[in-house]
């Protein structure tokens, strides 16, 4: 049997290549002979914070574990697990570090109850682009920082895909000046909602079934979601049609996490399939973004008005996310060293990223 045959015919069929325990990968040379090399079967246990093959993201994560089992030859079997499932969407995270569950995808802006630095692991308003935050963990210092934080969580994360640029959000009313934002009632999470807050605007937390009747009912006035993709599966237009260019969320990270103590105990080739997998994921998941947004452009509802916030707005946001980082900084030493690591890489990156793309960018028009 060819191993391309091999691979397809049993990728459905998991459960059978486990003999005694192992699992058996043959490999036809030329001269005809049969190698047979055995690989402990493992299986894991993933959970998300997703609904069930949501798109993009829960679509993305299914692939991943299908990967992981191609990759494997089929001794490495990911079960994925949509939210509430095995446990709560916004439980995963507790879950897997007590290894109720081996692992989990989810978003790391969620988690800054537990130690406010990880919101900069998930991006900051104003900060890096999807492409940047990628380019900060692997080669700034990112991942060294992420891995010792979430170690204290008995955690191994890796990032499990990214959103590209989000869009601003869906207001009922028009945004001309820093005064129109005043008690303004606002679904915005993270960093971002904090800087808002400094502005006038109550954010709320809502859960994603909650939004639109919140807007539909006027409980709320505006709320961001991601771009125009997902936004409109929503039917945010609707209820508020004024919808915003972005600046809160320019590369929201993905994670995929998995109990460190399980994480440990997988071979050295399983380690390596999950982490070749999570980096095809990852670029995978920035470029359907980027394609399922342009397409999804085109056809929004015509009531629509894409506006651009005022500059006295975003000037005030610039200074108000000063403030919050700073009085982040000095309550807390590990939101300090993360943000200062951030930091640098923003100001290595800036020359480069000035005189490279954004001048491209310019050029182009
Ligand atoms: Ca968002």
């Given at each position: 049997m060819k191993r391309r045959d091999f691979l397809t015919t049993t990728a459905l069929g998991a459960t059978a290549l486990a003999v005694n325990g192992c699992h058996r990968a043959e490999e036809k040379s030329e001269d005809g002979s049969v190698a047979i090399k055995k690989t402990k079967k493992v299986t894991l246990k993933l959970a998300t914070s997703w609904p069930a093959h949501f798109p993009i993201m829960g679509t993305g994560v299914d692939n991943f574990a299908k990967r992981c089992f191609e990759?494997?030859?089929?001794?490495?079997?990911?079960k994925v697990y949509a939210k509430n499932i095995l446990v709560p969407a916004l439980q995963v995270f507790d879950?897997?570090?007590?290894?109720?569950?081996?692992?989990?995808?989810?978003?790391?802006?969620y988690w800054k109850g537990k130690n406010s630095a990880f919101s900069i692991f998930g991006g900051m308003p104003l900060g890096l682009t999807s492409e940047?935050?990628?380019?900060?963990?692997?080669?700034?210092?990112?991942?060294d920082?992420?891995?010792?934080?979430?170690?204290k969580f008995n955690l191994y994360p890796l990032i499990g895909g990214t959103t590209g640029p989000q869009m601003?959000?869906?207001?009922?009313?028009?945004?001309?000046?820093?005064?129109?934002?005043?008690?303004?009632?606002?679904?915005?999470?993270?960093?971002?909602?904090?800087?808002?807050?400094?502005?006038?605007?109550?954010?709320?937390?809502?859960?994603?079934?909650?939004?639109?009747?919140s807007l539909e009912r006027g409980t709320i006035d505006a709320t961001e979601w991601v771009g125009p993709a997902l936004d409109s599966m929503m039917g945010f237009a609707k209820a508020a049609p004024y919808y915003y260019t972005g600046?809160?969320?320019?590369?929201?990270?993905?994670?995929?996490?998995?109990?460190?103590t399980r994480w440990e105990k997988l071979s050295a080739e399983h380690q390596a399939i999950i982490t070749a997998a999570s980096e095809e994921m990852t670029s995978t998941m920035l470029q359907e973004f980027r394609y399922e947004n342009a397409k999804a452009l085109q056809v929004l509802p015509e009531n629509v008005q894409i506006k651009t916030?005022?500059?006295?707005?975003?000037?005030?946001?610039?200074v108000a996310l000063d403030e919050v980082l700073k009085v982040e900084s000095n309550k807390s030493d590990d939101f300090k060293?993360?943000?200062?690591?951030?930091?640098?890489?923003?100001?290595l990156n800036k020359p480069w990223d000035d005189i490279s793309t954004k001048n491209f960018l310019e050029i182009r028009g």
């Open positions: 990759l494997s030859g089929g001794s490495l079997e990911i879950a897997t570090s007590a290894a109720q569950i081996d692992a989990f995808h989810s978003g790391v802006y940047e935050m990628i380019t900060w963990m692997k080669f700034g210092g990112g991942y920082l992420w891995r010792e934080m979430y170690g601003g959000g869906w207001f009922k009313k028009e945004i001309n000046s820093l005064a129109d934002l005043k008690g303004l009632k606002m679904r915005i999470p993270g960093l971002g909602g904090e800087v808002m807050k400094k502005l006038g605007v109550n954010p709320v937390l809502l859960p994603a079934g909650e939004i639109y009747t600046w809160h969320e320019p590369g929201s990270i993905l994670e995929i996490t998995f109990n460190k916030f005022p500059k006295e707005m975003m000037d005030a946001a610039k060293r993360v943000l200062e690591s951030y930091q640098k890489f923003v100001k």
